[in-house]
């Protein structure tokens, strides 16, 4: 484009704009790009349930330990089932929390709301809380606050997956995990009584 031409071409792009009868458009501002998960992955993964299933050897080795175990180790036994299960119960609160830093969302669902975040970082933490309080408790109410806190964690976890938050196979995972936990914990606790 030589010298010449510039001119004409900035006076018809003028001329252009003057006659157009639209208004200027704003610029179109990207959105963010939020991790979606397909609708279509139902299926629960391989490794999330050999290593769920593999995570229950501690719940009923503490279950059945008293009952095979001399009794000095059977006092032990529940101890450590009851540690491991206030692990477990704080680290069902993390998926939560990984979820709210990478504002998850189903793709077959609306956009996130303040409230679904807010329950994302509050589920985050509270399991945690409620797990080192059992911790500090006398065993035969720890072994009760870790039945509640389990099954208050698959409720929760229920509301999640109906609400979006998670992904599709997550509450076909905690349903045989959480069972499996709280009997083995429940024999725990009667025999404790």
């Excluded at 976890?157 to 979006?164: E, K, M, P, Q, V």
Aim: aromatic share 12%.
């Amino acid at each position: 484009m030589t010298a010449k031409n510039k001119p004409m071409i900035a006076y018809l792009n003028i001329r252009r704009c003057k006659m157009s009868t639209e208004a200027p458009q704003p610029p179109v501002q990207e959105q963010p790009q939020v991790p979606v998960e397909p609708v279509e992955s139902q299926v629960v993964p391989f490794w999330a349930k050999l290593l769920g299933a593999a995570g229950l050897i501690p719940f009923v080795a503490g279950a059945v330990g008293p009952f095979v175990l001399p009794m000095e180790a059977a006092g032990q036994v529940v101890l450590m089932q009851m540690t491991y299960g206030a692990t477990i119960l704080a680290f069902l609160g993390a998926p939560h929390w990984g979820f709210a830093i990478s504002e998850f969302k189903r793709a077959d669902l609306p956009a996130l709301t303040s409230s679904h975040q807010a329950f994302r970082y509050v589920y985050g933490v509270v399991p945690q809380l409620f797990a080192w309080f059992c911790l500090c408790s006398p065993p035969w109410h720890g072994a009760l606050g870790l039945l509640v806190g389990l099954t208050g964690a698959f409720v929760a976890d229920t509301y999640a997956a109906r609400a979006g938050l998670v992904p599709t196979w997550y509450p076909k995972l905690r349903l045989p995990l959480t069972m499996g936990a709280v009997l083995s914990i429940g024999v725990t606790w009667m025999q404790l009584m």
